[in-house]
């Protein structure tokens, strides 16, 4: 029984035997190619081997540590061959780190946003009902049929009828309406501005969360009637309050409501979502209309709410939706807006699309997703050029070892004892590389974010590599190490003892051979797609930043600030928009105060129905914005048609509205709209089409983004209802967000100076948020910049390794072509001829680049095209540039080698042997 495994052992130690001859036969050939005599050469291999025991002493207790010793001896002889040749080790460590630093640190914002789950349990079991991210509050219907926003009535219709779910929490669309005024009880206690969302009852328990301190809602507290409780995140608790445990318990004014903390969230937990400025407070839904005004939390008809659960084990999906989607039409069925007749008409097509909630709701990542993705295969793109350098100049080594590979053969060496060291070497190599990458990465990820989120300080994306991101460095750096090693190993591997040891050096081979000219030709084919997607996507920011946008930036500054929050009722906030008018009027070099609900370039929009007097078939949908006297002068607007506001459009006067130019083109075409009326178009309150008297029209003025064309609005005073409001339903829009200031020069410190304005008026006013309105337009092209800045810096990262390569080819040949340029320059070759004949090799390779690159870049615009502004193919212009410069870049890297060869002295080029 015993005789099998004994065999077995046999075997192994015959083999570990042969492997320690190989060993030898490397280190002796090592030393006889560094002119060591063939004696001096094996007595310090075997000096260095002395501590090995004889095969046929080994036990099996020592047969692992030996093994071990003869891989740690590998990986010492790989070392030792990378520290010989410095300048290649450093080129390629160099090349290496930057292609997977690259990459890397892309990948750890593509792990952080797009592939992260929420740090809650079992993620893979939480479905959203819902594949939209409908925001904020809406009461139309859907003409597609396809719904991801609810009413309140809709979610509990849910909750009791889908027994499929485990537990099914709702959780607002939107962030508390705009920053929330927080100040915790006691004296001395400054008011902030924090954000806050709202959540069901059991929205905690739905995660199967724990809480850091106290506890976390129950469904006791989300009840009408319920002290209004609130739960702090882990965040806010350790930055604004020190991990003070007497949080927990204690009293906080929200809005100037109190409001008693429960407990703090979980270390890590941002919310359902990802989102540059995550909640500070989670509150129970049902405390939204007492803390927010939120008179729709009990409207049948406004959908508010994302709805997510935990399914059960086992359960069918596509039932799930089905079923889901009948109990939707026939709530649906039942609701007041459903009365309308073309509501009716898409009824039927009423449904909703049950979507992984494991990552949470994908607002953001649905916004970056897409310039994500053409980051990283942009990065691929220079990993790929950096490979094929590095396997240029592993090609070049390898033949330069010509001789070395050769004496080992004839030594004895097998060949998959060559590849296999060559393969050691380059995976050393890589790994080393990879090592640095990761380092790279840390920093690029920093620089990323930082350009990515330039004013945010609060978001939950961390630049440290994650496990995943540690994985797939060294999986890359292995991949790579293994890819670019393989070639000249295999060459190597081909290497015949006998022809090699007859050869010399004195031979008229011509150039580099045929793969090292298509890594060349590769290289700058990929360097000339990326220098043309550079070029396109700094033609596109430019182009959008020089839109006319009918805005004037010149002195003027915005401040975000929540009268709400500070407690005033809607009845209030017209004396106090006039008192800060005053008293901003009172500043030395003020000009202009424009109040109004948000700003030009900000991401928001309030849009509704149209619906004009005396035109009832049509419908169409409009932005709005309220705002006071003085905005459109603040914002620099001209009135074109008509009048603007005026003081005496108040709250008391008939309401009146000014509109834009596209509205009156979509909505009057060639008519006059001055004295027409309209309203909003809204099936739950018929008859309201007369609601404002158009008074003026203004300019074409840019809201929200560049790329959206045809953007009809209209303006209504700041003080004047929305709409013919029901009785006993408060307006919340004349709650305004927002104060652009003009003045007549620049004003050092005029933060500081509004702020204290603002707390003169109220303590609670506070500034939520200050930036000049130049601040505020560079901000909505931040994406932008970062492809334009990142694909730049990679395309000439990719001119500079393509660079590097065809000089290392050039160089190459013409040490190879040494002697055959003696003999040229021998006979009488002119220095110009031999430069010219180098430059051409040199070209050919660049121009074979273009021939390769300049088709694929052209298909390539197809698939980036919807991220441009205004481009849909490559022009003339951003070709010419790209191509000028590769060829600008190629030629210095040619006449470099080319000077060289033209230097060589012809006697001692006869004479290399």
């Known amino acids: 029984m015993s005789w099998f495994p004994s065999f077995g052992f046999q075997r192994r130690k015959r083999e570990l035997q042969e492997e320690i001859d190989a060993h030898l036969q490397m280190a002796i050939g090592d030393r006889m190619a560094r002119g060591q005599s063939t004696a001096e050469a094996k007595t310090s291999a075997l000096r260095e081997f002395g501590s090995v025991p004889m095969i046929a002493d080994v036990t099996r207790e020592q047969w692992g540590w030996l093994r071990l010793e003869l891989v740690v001896q590998d990986i010492r002889y790989a070392l030792r061959q990378l520290r010989r040749t410095p300048g290649f080790t450093v080129t390629v460590l160099l090349t290496l780190a930057l292609g997977i630093g690259a990459n890397s640190a892309i990948f750890t914002l593509v792990n952080a946003i797009l592939l992260r789950n929420l740090p809650v349990t079992d993620p893979k079991s939480l479905i959203r009902i819902g594949d939209r991210n409908d925001c904020c509050i809406s009461d139309q219907w859907s003409d597609s049929g396809d719904y991801s926003l609810f009413a309140t009535d809709t979610y509990y219709m849910f909750k009791k009828n889908l027994p499929e779910f485990e537990e099914l929490a709702a959780t607002a669309s939107f962030y508390g309406g705009g920053p929330l005024t927080v100040r915790r009880a006691g004296p001395e206690t400054v008011a902030k501005s924090m954000v806050g969302t709202f959540v069901s009852g059991n929205y905690f328990q739905m995660f199967g969360l724990s809480p850091a301190a106290g506890r976390l809602f129950m469904d006791a507290d989300d009840q009408t009637g319920a002290p209004v409780t609130a739960v702090i995140s882990y965040e806010a608790w350790q930055r604004d309050y020190a991990g003070d445990r007497s949080v927990a318990g204690s009293t906080f004014y929200i809005n100037g409501k109190p409001v008693t903390i429960v407990g703090v969230a979980p270390k890590g937990f941002y919310g359902d979502r990802i989102d540059t400025n995550p909640p500070s407070f989670f509150f129970p839904m049902h405390a939204m209309d007492a803390l927010i005004g939120a008179s729709f939390f009990t409207d049948p008809n406004k959908q508010w709410a994302y709805i997510i659960g935990r399914v059960k084990p086992g359960t069918s999906l596509p039932a799930l939706q089905a079923n889901a989607s009948a109990l939707l039409k026939h709530q649906l069925a039942t609701l007041q807006m459903f009365t309308d007749p073309r509501a009716q008409k898409v009824l039927p097509l009423a449904h909703v699309v049950l979507t992984p909630g494991g990552g949470g709701i994908q607002n953001m990542q649905n916004g970056y997703k897409d310039r994500l993705k053409l980051l990283q295969w942009i990065a691929v793109l220079v990993l790929l050029v950096a490979c094929a350098n590095i396997a240029n100049l592993l090609l070049v080594r390898g033949m330069s070892r010509h001789a070395e590979f050769s004496l080992r053969s004839a030594l004895g060496a097998q060949r998959t004892r060559l590849v296999r060291q060559l393969l050691q070497e380059s995976i050393v190599l890589s790994c080393m590389g990879g090592l640095l990458g990761l380092a790279i990465s840390y920093l690029g990820a920093h620089a990323l974010l930082a350009l990515a989120f330039p004013d945010q300080h ?359 072509r040494a002697p055959e340029i003696g003999v040229r320059m021998a006979l009488g070759a002119a220095r110009s001829r031999v430069i010219g004949m180098v430059m051409r090799g040199a070209m050919l390779q660049t121009v074979a680049g273009l021939a390769i690159g300049i088709p694929v870049a052209i298909f390539c615009v197809r698939y980036v095209k919807s991220q441009l502004y205004e481009i849909t193919s490559v022009n003339v212009p951003v070709m010419a540039v790209a191509i000028g410069v590769l060829t600008f870049a190629a030629a210095i890297a040619g006449i470099i080698p080319a000077r060289r060869a033209a230097s060589i002295d012809p006697v001692r080029a006869l004479r290399i042997e």
């Open 458 to 816: 609060n978001m939950p994306v961390a630049a440290s590599p994650s496990p995943l991101v540690i994985g797939f460095a060294f999986a890359l750096s292995l991949a790579t190490g293994i890819f670019f090693g393989l070639a000249p190993a295999l060459m190597a591997a081909r290497t015949r003892p006998a022809g090699a040891l007859r050869a010399n050096s004195r031979t008229t081979a011509h150039g580099a051979s045929f793969l090292q000219r298509g890594l060349v030709v590769m290289q700058a084919a990929l360097s000339l797609v990326l220098l043309v997607a550079a070029g396109l996507f700094a033609q596109s920011l430019t182009k959008a930043e020089k839109v006319n946008m009918k805005l004037d930036t010149t002195n003027r500054y915005v401040v975000h600030f929540n009268p709400h929050g500070a407690g005033y009722k809607t009845t209030d906030v017209e004396l106090l928009y006039q008192t800060i008018v005053d008293r901003f009027h009172a500043i030395p070099g003020v000009l202009k105060v424009g109040v109004s609900t948000y700003t030009p370039m900000e991401a928001n929009d309030w849009n509704s129905g149209v619906k004009v007097q005396g035109d009832p078939d049509l419908h169409k949908t409009a932005s709005w914005v309220k705002a006071a006297p003085e905005y459109f002068g603040a914002v620099g607007t001209h009135v074109v048609m008509g009048r603007g506001f005026t003081p005496q459009d108040t709250m008391n006067a008939p309401p009146v509205a000014v509109v834009n130019q596209e509205f009156v083109k979509q909505f009057f075409g060639n008519r006059n709209p001055i004295g027409h009326r309209f309203g909003f178009d809204d099936p739950l309150h018929p008859g309201t089409d007369g609601a404002h008297e158009i008074v003026g029209v203004v300019e074409d003025t840019t809201y929200t983004s560049v790329y959206w064309k045809n953007h009809a609005m209209y303006f209504l005073p700041l003080a004047q209802p929305a709409g013919l409001r029901t009785p006993g339903d408060p307006d919340q829009s004349v709650y305004a967000g927002a104060i652009v200031i003009e003045t007549s020069h620049s004003i050092p410190g005029f933060e500081k100076v509004v702020g204290d304005t603002l707390a003169s008026i109220n303590p609670n006013l506070t500034i939520l948020k200050f930036q000049t309105f130049r601040q505020q337009i560079d901000n909505r092209f931040t994406q932008e910049r970062l492809i334009s800045r990142l694909t730049s810096l990679f395309g000439l990262l990719a001119l500079l390794l393509a660079a590097i390569g065809l000089d290392g080819v050039t160089a190459y040949t013409v040490v190879r």
